[in-house]
């Protein structure tokens, strides 16, 4: 059952129900997982539990009506501060942390963790993108997670746990939130009215990896127009790389003038592209053990046209080139991830990628 309208993350609820009872909280907790399955909402959630005036602490059950419920959501209450990393930063900076370098712990994140609290309940300081902590802010934090104030909640989120360095790993209580369930992710774009069809909901939320927000951004037509055209370049084996350069980059332009939604794009259709090849891969695998099956999508009208999908009768290239191409496409969406200059990116990529689909040796991966 849903805890609060977060659905499919019942045993983590049951373990912060279970410490709160008993008075057990840890300061400093590190929430990891993929992204968009709920881990900031749950954080948010546990925050109004923490604070809500009707409701005791131990019940982890927030009225969601008082005022401090109410302040929480709107993100103006005076005890909870949320730090993420600004857009135009590859990393939190450490001002952000403990303050201008003239007056360090003048401001800032640690300094708001060390109020008293205005409520007489608790401080609860959230960061939203622990992913991108470098040494510098880490060091920075050491000290606030080693030992937080004891009224105060300090959570992290971050996605995977290798993102995450070993000094905050170690001062953290570390709690795993799971991909959603494809049935979870199709219930959730109908219910918050992102996508009215249920058969469109399903096939979106097959292709999200249990992620709401990658189920919402496939939900993009314009996407699965290219990407129409991209996988047929794909399925026939051989492509012009020039062309599919140029095209790639200005549908990645098309996205925004901003760098991050352009960011954003390129690794969607790099991940997309991963999973192109990682679908080919199990088909050649599933066609070569004789168990053939069909696509868990049947039955339903997919996105993708018939011609355009993997298909393992139209590669003739090895199951190697097939497994190389994914880890090309996925250590692109790395690339993306360490700021690489996108248009560079994009033209190393197509030309290794054809490479790699033709069973030709590729220069090495990495660096792009
Ligand atoms: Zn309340």
């Known amino acids: 059952m849903a805890w609060q309208g977060i659905e499919g993350h019942d045993a983590i609820v049951d373990f912060f129900r279970r410490a709160a009872a008993k008075r057990r909280l840890s300061g ?14 749950f954080a948010l959630k546990l925050a109004q539990a923490l604070l ?22 709107a993100g103006s209450h005076p005890d909870v501060m949320i730090l993420s990393r600004p857009d135009d930063r590859a990393f939190i900076p450490v001002e952000l942390l403990i303050g201008d370098r003239d007056n360090r712990m003048g401001s800032g994140f640690c300094r708001h963790v060390h109020l008293k609290p205005y409520s007489k309940r608790r401080r609860i300081g959230i960061i939203d993108d ?10 920075a934090l050491l000290k606030t997670l080693e030992e937080p104030p004891p009224d105060a909640v300090l959570i992290l989120i971050g996605t995977s746990p290798a993102k995450q360095l070993p000094t905050i790993r170690s001062r953290c209580r570390q709690v795993r939130f799971s991909p959603l369930s494809t049935e979870t992710v ?9 996508v009215e069809n249920a058969d469109e909901a399903r ?35 051989d492509f012009d790389a020039i062309t599919w350069s140029k095209e790639i980059r200005q549908f990645v332009e ?6 991050f939604p352009r960011r954003r794009r390129l690794q969607q259709v790099a ?52 497994v190389a191409s994914a880890e090309l496409c996925l250590a692109v ?5 360490r700021n690489a200059n996108p248009a560079t990116l994009i033209d190393a990529w197509v030309f290794k990628l054809r490479q790699a689909m033709r069973d030709e040796p590729i220069a090495p991966l990495l660096p792009f």
């Open 28 to 41: 400093s907790y590190l929430f990891l997982g993929p992204a968009g399955i709920g881990k900031r909402t």
């Open 52 to 73: 809500c005036q009707t409701r005791a602490e131990a019940l982890m059950d927030p009225c969601g009506q008082c005022p401090a419920c109410a302040q929480v959501i």
């Open 130 to 139: 622990a992913d991108y902590l470098n040494a510098e802010g880490a060091n």
């Open 186 to 194: 199709a219930d959730l774009l109908i219910s918050f009215g992102w």
């Open 203 to 237: 096939r979106l939320a097959d292709w999200s990896g249990g992620s709401l927000t990658q189920a919402r951004e496939l939900a993009d037509p314009t996407l699965w127009e290219f990407l129409e055209r991209w996988y047929a370049a794909l399925s026939r084996g």
């Open 254 to 259: 098309a996205a925004s003038k901003e760098t």
């Open 271 to 322: 991940s997309l592209s991963a999973e192109f090849f990682l679908r080919l891969a199990q088909e050649r695998l599933a066609a070569e053990a004789g168990t053939l099956q069909s696509a868990p999508t049947e039955g339903v009208d997919h996105p993708i046209p018939h011609t355009a999908r993997p298909s393992a009768s139209g590669w003739h290239a090895s199951d190697e080139a097939a």
């Open 333 to 337: 969406y790395a690339a993306v991830e």
